[in-house]
């Protein structure tokens, strides 16, 4: 079974990483689930996740206050806010804007009430 959690959370890191490049792609959630399989797979492999300087603070925000960081939530408001915009120049219909508009409202209201880190 230790096998199968490394493999998944390594999988939601190697996408995670990509998503930080790629703006579709959700990182800290990615980042967050890899986390959770190497807590179940390796407390080495989570260990070095947490400890990691730059994809370890979300994690570490997230699981001691359910935390986002100010940067985070701008750069993911931004993004969906773009990805809106791109539907609606590409001309989508008129029933998936209004779907992607609700879930997108959803996810930046979701954002937008998580605290801010303490520290």
Known sequence: MRIIWTFLGGLALIIGVIGIVLPLLPTTPLLLLAAFCFARASPR???WLLEHHRLGPPIRDWRAEGAISTRGKTLAVI????????SLVLGLPGHV?????VV???VTLFL???PTPSA
């Open 45 to 47: 492999l989570e260990m």
């Open 79 to 86: 993004a969906i806010a773009a990805t809106f915009t791109l």
């Open 97 to 101: 804007l209004a779907i992607q508009g």
């Open 104 to 106: 997108l409202s959803a």
């Open 112 to 114: 937008l009430t998580r």
